[in-house]
């Protein structure tokens, strides 16, 4: 019941107007056909809105390292009729995703929580089509939880390991008050 509730909230979190959840839908360009890997799904939000968007010959995977969240996603997928959406539980840092098949990988304030991550988006880049694209929304201001700092990368932070990575950086928004929001390239193919 307590991971219900924690997906439910992070749902209101991500559709709460001040997050601007309709304006990150629209600078993602999403196209009917497209597939998209939603890493830190949560409560599957953003996933059921890209299984709206991308369509019946599109598909959304939903990754997440809580099993409880997944099955939440998939309990909305039968009420909405979305069969467009493949919920991954991901171990570690190890996700099972189809070489070379994604349009775009999209994070929203999970960039925090990984470890390694210039090795991480290294392996990240072999999913990616060679057009595909790379979208981190992350804190850059710390939040305090229970009087501890933390939950948050400067934007600068995540530029360079993005670097280090071999990604470069395509656009950057900056309407949502507390977040960064970048979108990534692989060097060489960035597309302004």
Do not use: W
């Not at 997906?7 to 304006?23: H, L, Q, T, V, Y």
């Not at 039968?78 to 994604?102: Q, V």
Request: with cysteine.
């Amino acid at each position: 019941m307590l991971e219900r509730l924690k997906a439910e909230m992070f749902n209101r979190a991500a559709s709460d107007p001040r997050n601007k959840p309709n304006e990150v839908l629209n600078v993602l360009k999403l196209r009917q056909g497209q597939v998209v890997a939603d890493i830190g799904a949560g409560g599957g939000y953003f996933s059921l809105r890209f299984a709206e968007i991308v369509g019946k010959n599109g598909r959304v995977f939903a990754a997440d390292t809580n099993r409880k969240f997944l099955e939440l996603i998939n309990e909305q997928c039968k009420e909405k009729r979305l069969e467009n959406i493949e919920t991954i539980l991901a171990t570690g840092e190890e996700l099972d995703l189809p070489e070379k098949s994604l349009d775009l990988i999209f994070m929203r304030n999970v960039y925090h929580h990984l470890r390694n991550r210039v090795e991480y988006f290294k392996k990240l880049g072999s999913f990616l089509k060679p057009n595909g694209k790379v979208a981190i929304i992350e804190r850059s201001k710390p939040l305090t939880l229970h009087g501890i700092l933390g939950h948050y990368v400067p934007r600068e932070t995540i530029m360079k390991e993005m670097e280090q990575a071999g990604f470069a950086v395509d656009q950057e928004f900056d309407f949502l008050p507390n977040q960064s929001f970048i979108i990534f390239v692989r060097n060489g193919k960035c597309l302004g």
